[in-house]
């Protein structure tokens, strides 16, 4: 069974950043996507960020030109680095791990919180 540990999220002031973490327990190179999600309290989850495995890269129109998705199949791990960052942003930040379409896999959630 795959383990995702996700890391990096905490409390941060308005247009500050963060950078999130996720290492994945077995390799990622094979991966079709690698995914970041969030879900705000009260709110649906929603795909945030997508990086495929062949190295495209995907995001919701709320976060782009502020958050870049990266991964480094060699380390089994994916960023989300988080530039600009909005109260709207603070939510549960969750990895996604799909190696095909058929398989999904989850972390435990990361907290980030935008607030002065």
């Known amino acids: 069974q795959l383990q995702l540990v996700e890391s990096g999220g905490g409390l941060v002031k308005p247009g500050g950043s963060l950078r999130l973490a996720c290492v994945a327990s077995s390799s990622i190179a094979d991966f079709y996507f690698m995914n970041w999600y969030r879900q705000a309290l009260g709110k649906q989850r929603e795909l945030v960020a997508s990086s495929t495995i062949g190295g495209g890269t995907t995001y919701v129109d709320s976060v782009k030109g502020r958050f870049t998705i990266s991964r480094d199949n060699a380390k089994n791990t994916v960023w989300l680095q988080m530039d600009n960052l909005r109260p709207e942003d603070t939510a549960v930040y969750y990895c996604?791990?799909?190696?095909?379409?058929?398989?999904?896999?989850w972390g435990q959630g990361t907290q980030v919180t935008v607030s002065s």
């Open positions: 996604n791990a799909r190696p095909t379409v058929l398989q999904d896999f």
